[in-house]
Every structure is written in structure tokens, then in C-alpha cells.
């Protein structure tokens, strides 16, 4: 490019410059006008000159007005009660859902060794036949658990082994007998402590353990108690009340010297009810909360947690039949004495099948709660550094408790269908009883001549 060239160049720029300056000036100078123009006329025109139809539509409110924000201030300032009741209403709400999503959503999977193997041993004390046992030893090895169920024959162990799974495995242990329940924890306490090997060329490492889950036999005797008889008692104490109490014994050195945890899963509506004819439930689930509040605070002053899970109702139709927590068969008073069934049979039957529909005593319209809940809740149990003490899983588990805590005994019982019975009317002599006893006598008589 010649010099000509560049000087025309910068003539050329510094003419557009001053043309843009100019236009600049000219298209400001018009927006001024313009809005004085705007501002005279409308200091001066009347403001409703327009007809209603050409008027410009109004803006739509961008914000609550003075007066509203004012009056709800003032009724805030008059009902400060309700309003902090209403503000703890949702705001407890909103808290629980969210915890509740953010605990479904949580990941539970159990800790694995440096070479990948699992390395977190559970012990579940309790009929491996138990829908709650089998579910949740299926759902503990899903997690990474290594889980051995209590068996106390070779049937209980054919039925762990008929899981086709390795990591369900039988722990033999027979509390009748003293030195094999004792020999048993030994080779438990040994396999423990020996080192393991995932594969070949593997590096060592150790198991684990983790907790013992005590699932006693949640099927009970029911019926008055004078046609319960001392057998039923002391089967019901030997096999739910002496069994756990002798199974956690026996664990006791593992759990102290592994810091291990503690679980006892019961029944809680009868208990929390307390309602008539269920006297061999009520006073089983009580001794087991006694004996773990005791074991509880023993095990505390060694930093060993001891949770208690109180259950309600569940759906078990993913493991096998459908089945609840309290389950009963249908009421049968046949057994019973003539004068029990005066007393006790309308009562009974009543009871039987108000608690049934509503899903207390045995199968009902409603199915329960999810299975996945017991499975959170004692995963959180096992694994949480500061787990509750006690903990309501299940349907009915928080309401009933409340019930059966605020409510007077009266209205439960009448809740349940139970009426007062007059004692002139069962104790008056009946025709059959008559001949039925003077045929006793007449036999009697003729036995002695």
C-alpha cells in the first residue's frame, strides 16, 4: 500500500467518526424531545379522557400489597399459638419427609476387606422357618454381610443350606446341651480369629463380628388364662424367654471381646395394648424388656450398644405366605370348660375378629408395612456410630405404643369389641349342666356298687 493510499484511508476514518458522533447526538437529542412531549401531555390531558375499551390494560401484580402484608401480620401477632403450632406442624413434617427420602435413597452396603471379600459377620438367633429371619438373612448377604443363622437340629440345617447361598451358613447350637453350646461358640470364636483368604495368593484378613440378632418366636397361646394350661406357660417361656436369654449368654464373651452389637426384635402392639385373653404375650415380650434394658445397661458401661426393635405389622408375600407379627388361628372354644365359655367365649370371638380386620391378631384387609423398612432399620442399627435405643418399625408399632400409653385399658377393651359380662347370668345353673351332672353321680354310683 503507497502513502496516497494510507492518507486516503485516514480521511475516510475520521469522516466516519464525525458522522457517527453526529447521528449520535441527533437520535439523543429526538428521545429528549420525545419524552418531554410525553411528560407535558400527560401533566396535562385529564386521565380518564380515554374511552374504557381503548385504555391500556393494567399491570399484573408483581407483589402482595401494603394492606395484605399488614393484615397478616396482625393476625400472625394475634394468634401466636396457632401459628407456631402450624409452623412446627410443617416444618416437623417437612423435616420427617425428607429424612425419610434421604433414607431410602441412603446406599447400605456392608465394609469389605482391602482384597474385596466380605469380611462383617452377623448372627441371627431365631427360627430359620421365621419369615422375618429368612428375609432378613436374604437381605443381609445382598449387603455384604457373612450371615449364620442359629440352628438346634439337622431339620433347621437342612433349611439354611436349602438357601443356596455360601454366605448363609447354619451355626449349630443346642441349649439343652451345656458343653456343645459351649464347644459351638469356641470354633465360632476361632474361625473369627484364624485368617482368611478370599482366592489364592490372596493377603490375610479377619472377620468381623458384627452383631447378634435375637428374633424370638413371635407365635402365641391365646385364650382366658384359666384355660391355658401350665404346659403352654412353660413352653412358651422355655422356647421365647429361657432360649434367647441363654443364647445371648453364650455369646456374651464374642460380643465383648468384638464389641459387637446387640439386637433383640419383638412384637410391640399386644404388649402396648395389653388387651384381655392374650395374657402368655403380654407377659413374655414384658420379661424380654426387662432382660434388655438390663443387658442394655451392663453392656454400656463396655461402649456395646443393645438395641430393641419394636415391630409392628408386615407383608411377608415376597418371602413366602402372607403372614403378620401377631398371628393367632381362628378362635376355638370347643376346648374350653362350660363355665369359660359362659365368660369367655363372646368376649373372645369379638375380640378375634375386631383385632383381625384391623390387622392386629392375624391376616387382615391390610397388608402391613414394607419388609424394606426392618431391612433399613437394622442395617442402621448394625452400623450407625450412635444408633437409637429403641426403635418403632412397622405398622402400628407408633400408634398403638401411644394408645395403649394414653388411652384408658376401658375404652381399648371396648375398642375391641369386649363387653361386660354379668356374673349372675354365667353362674345361673344350666339344663345340660343338670343332667350332665347327674349322670356323672349315677355313674359314680353304680361304679362303687
Given amino acids: 500500500m503507497t502513502q496516497d493510499d494510507q492518507h486516503f484511508l485516514d480521511i475516510l476514518a475520521e469522516y466516519t467518526r464525525d458522522i457517527r458522533k453526529f447521528t449520535g447526538d441527533v437520535f439523543d437529542q429526538t428521545d429528549r424531545h420525545f419524552a418531554e412531549v410525553a411528560s407535558y401531555i400527560k401533566r396535562s390531558v385529564p386521565p380518564k379522557w380515554l374511552p374504557e375499551h381503548a385504555r391500556p390494560a393494567p399491570p399484573p401484580p ?23 403450632a402450624l409452623v412446627a406442624f410443617f416444618g416437623t413434617g417437612g ?147 429361657l432360649k434367647t436369654i441363654t443364647l445371648a449368654q453364650a455369646f456374651l464373651p464374642s460380643i465383648c471381646d468384638q464389641k459387637a452389637r446387640v439386637l433383640m426384635l419383638i412384637p410391640s402392639i399386644v404388649a402396648a395394648l395389653r388387651p384381655p385373653f392374650h395374657s402368655v404375650e403380654t407377659s413374655v415380650v414384658s420379661a424380654l424388656e426387662g432382660f434388655t434394658a438390663s443387658l442394655r445397661s451392663e453392656l454400656d458401661t463396655l461402649g456395646i450398644k443393645v438395641c430393641q426393635l419394636k415391630l409392628g405389622t408386615f407383608d411377608y408375600s415376597h418371602v413366602g405366605a402372607r403372614h403378620h407379627l401377631q398371628a393367632i388361628g381362628s378362635p376355638d372354644t370347643e376346648q374350653w370348660s362350660t363355665a369359660a365359655r359362659q365368660s369367655y367365649a363372646s368376649n373372645f370371638v369379638n375380640q378375634s375378629r375386631i383385632g383381625r380386620s384391623r ?25 450407625q456410630k450412635h444408633p437409637r435405643r429403641v426403635w418403632r418399625i412397622g405398622r402400628g408399632s407408633v400408634a398403638y405404643d401411644v394408645v395403649g400409653s394414653w388411652v384408658p385399658s376401658g375404652l381399648v377393651g371396648w375398642m375391641l369389641g369386649v363387653q361386660r359380662v354379668s356374673l349372675d347370668q354365667t353362674s345361673a345353673p344350666r339344663l345340660e349342666d343338670s343332667v350332665q351332672s347327674w349322670e356323672k353321680v349315677e355313674a359314680q354310683e353304680m361304679s362303687q356298687g
Avoid at 62 to 84: C, E, G, K, M
Avoid at 367 to 372: E, I, K, Q, T
Wanted: charged share 25%; with cysteine.
Fill in 62 to 84: 408483581t407483589a402482595v400489597s401494603a394492606a395484605y402484608i399488614d393484615r397478616v401480620q396482625t393476625w400472625i401477632s394475634r394468634n401466636r399459638a396457632l401459628t407456631a
Fill in 95 to 241: 423435616f420427617l419427609l425428607w429424612r425419610e427420602h434421604s433414607n431410602h435413597k441412603q446406599k447400605r452396603k456392608a465394609r469389605r476387606a482391602n482384597n474385596g471379600a466380605r469380611k462383617d459377620v452377623v448372627v441371627l438367633a431365631g427360627s430359620p422357618s421365621s419369615p422375618i429371619v429368612k428375609s432378613l438373612s436374604q437381605d443381609l448377604e445382598r449387603r455384604g454381610f457373612i450371615v449364620y443363622i442359629v440352628c438346634t437340629d439337622m431339620e433347621e440345617e437342612q433349611q439354611v443350606h436349602g438357601e443356596s447361598r455360601p454366605d448363609i451358613r447354619p451355626l449349630h447350637i443346642d441349649i439343652v446341651d451345656p458343653v456343645g453350646t459351649r464347644a459351638a461358640i469356641e470354633r465360632f470364636t476361632k474361625s473369627l480369629r484364624r485368617p482368611q483368604h478370599a482366592f489364592s495368593g490372596a493377603a490375610a484378613h479377619n472377620l468381623n463380628f458384627r452383631a447378634l440378632i435375637l428374633v424370638p418366636d413371635n407365635i402365641y397361646p391365646s385364650g382366658p388364662i384359666e384355660t391355658i394350661s401350665p404346659e403352654l406357660w412353660s413352653d412358651a417361656l422355655n422356647a421365647k424367654v
Fill in 359 to 383: 390387622g392386629l391378631f392375624g391376616s387382615g384387609s391390610n397388608s402391613g408395612s414394607s419388609m424394606r423398612d426392618l431391612h433399613h432399620a437394622v442395617f442402621d442399627a448394625i452400623t
